[in-house]
């Protein structure tokens, strides 16, 4: 290959990853932007005790939680701003530093995703062990998939397909976001008279009235977000994506599970009973969707 070919390999993949991260800053961004002046667990009504009319009621009863909260979304949406201005430049596109700020948007994007939703310490821990679950499978399968298949370099993932995926996870990530810290129901905005075995202002209603639709809705939609991260973490390095096969095996469990977790979610938080009763072909739906959009 000419050193000319060389140079325009290098330029049609630079343009193509800067398309990639304008969308997904720009929709990191967005969220990121809402959330931080919609905070979860809403605001206080009036002026009360210590607190006055339109202070965060997070603020007032889990300071630790809110301050995670905050400095990790805003350093989202600080990266996400940042990586919008570098892909200006050619320069910084090709280089490491952007890649960086997308990893360290997407991590800051699961940090505020469980400062924001969780209610309790057993909750964030299981959220982060979650977390931490998901993205090393990915890894883990992508690099043994890497080492053990050498010769499948060739066989690339098209570019089309490659577009689609990355769609779906930022819609799914965004959407999942989204809801997980603005919950169906909305929250409490003031303490139960019933002390601890009431409510409290800036908790979930859901999880108030029907606790484990609350439970299987967080869940759910937890693990669709963090698969949806995943999915992003492989699709957006183009050293990962360029040697992943079609039908490489983390790229489908990650968008099947996407997709059964956003079923499930949407399913115990919109039924009007507390056992719904159409979730039963929601994982065989999204595995025969799934499996038909990689055969296409």
Not at 103 to 131: E, Q
Request: glycine fraction near 8%.
């Amino acid at each position: 290959m000419s050193r000319a070919d060389t140079t325009d390999t290098i330029d049609q993949a630079a343009k193509k990853v800067k398309s990639l991260v304008l969308l997904l800053a720009n929709l990191a961004a967005t969220i990121t932007y809402q959330a931080g002046l919609d905070t979860p667990g809403g605001f206080w009504p009036d002026d009360r005790d210590v607190h006055s009319a339109g202070d965060a009621i997070l603020l007032s009863k889990d300071p630790a939680r809110y301050k995670a909260f905050f400095y990790c979304n805003s350093t989202a949406f600080v990266a996400s701003v940042v990586a919008i201005v570098m892909v200006q430049k050619v320069k910084l596109v090709k280089s490491h530093t952007l890649l960086a700020v997308m990893v360290l948007d997407m991590f800051a994007l699961i940090g505020a995703y469980g400062a924001g939703s969780c209610r309790n310490h057993m909750t964030f821990v299981i959220v982060v062990a979650l977390a931490a679950a998901v993205l090393l499978y990915v890894v883990v399968q992508v690099l043994f998939f890497m080492l053990c298949s050498p010769g499948t370099s060739g066989t690339l993932l098209p570019e089309k397909k490659h577009k689609h995926l990355l769609l779906l996870a930022i819609l799914v990530a965004t959407i999942t976001y989204q809801v997980g810290l603005t919950p169906p129901g909305g929250f409490w905005i003031t303490d139960s008279k019933d002390g601890r075995f009431g409510h409290r202002a800036g908790y979930a209603v859901l999880h108030g009235s029907h606790p484990q639709r609350f439970d299987a809705f967080f869940y759910c939609n937890t693990a669709s977000f963090m698969a949806s991260i995943a999915l992003i973490l492989v699709l957006v390095n183009p050293n990962l994506h360029r040697r992943l096969a079609i039908r490489c095996f983390p790229l489908y469990a990650c968008q099947l599970a996407g997709l059964i977790g956003l079923m499930g979610a949407y399913a115990c938080s919109s039924s009007s009973s507390s056992t719904p009763t159409f979730t039963g072909g929601s994982p065989y739906g999204a595995s025969h969707s799934t499996r038909a959009s990689w055969q296409a």
